[in-house]
């Protein structure tokens, strides 16, 4: 996170859970994630794009300029519905529809997602 944020990216965290603010301050995250999407701010659950759109609009920038990252094959169908690019996190097998998986956040680095995404 800290490399994202160094390198001027803006984050947004769109989550179903309404446990957000608490898990964010046990891992020490709350200042990474300004802009947060929790359940009360959206209608409709995924694979509605609907939050991944609330997640782009809150950072001002247009779906088709961010990455969104997800766990389960419908937060990437939600993704690539809203216009944005999905990043599956497991199993390639289930997050067969994301544009790139990897098998778990310890790849999540700036220059491995430069280099896979290139």
Known sequence: MAELKT????L????ASKNVPVVLDRLELSQY??????PDMFIQERPNP????????????????CIGISY???GIEAINAAG????????RRI?????????STRELTLANLRAQLS
Do not use: M, Q, T
């Open 95 to 103: 997050l067969k529809e994301a544009a790139l998986v990897v098998p």
């Open 72 to 74: 389960a094959a419908s």
């Open 50 to 65: 609907e939050i991944y759109l609330k997640a782009s609009a809150s950072i001002g920038s247009a779906p088709a300029d």
């Open 84 to 91: 944005a690019l999905s990043v599956g996190i497991g199993d």
């Open 12 to 15: 947004a965290l769109a989550s």
């Open 7 to 10: 390198n001027g990216f803006l």
């Open 33 to 38: 994630f300004p802009n947060r999407i929790c």
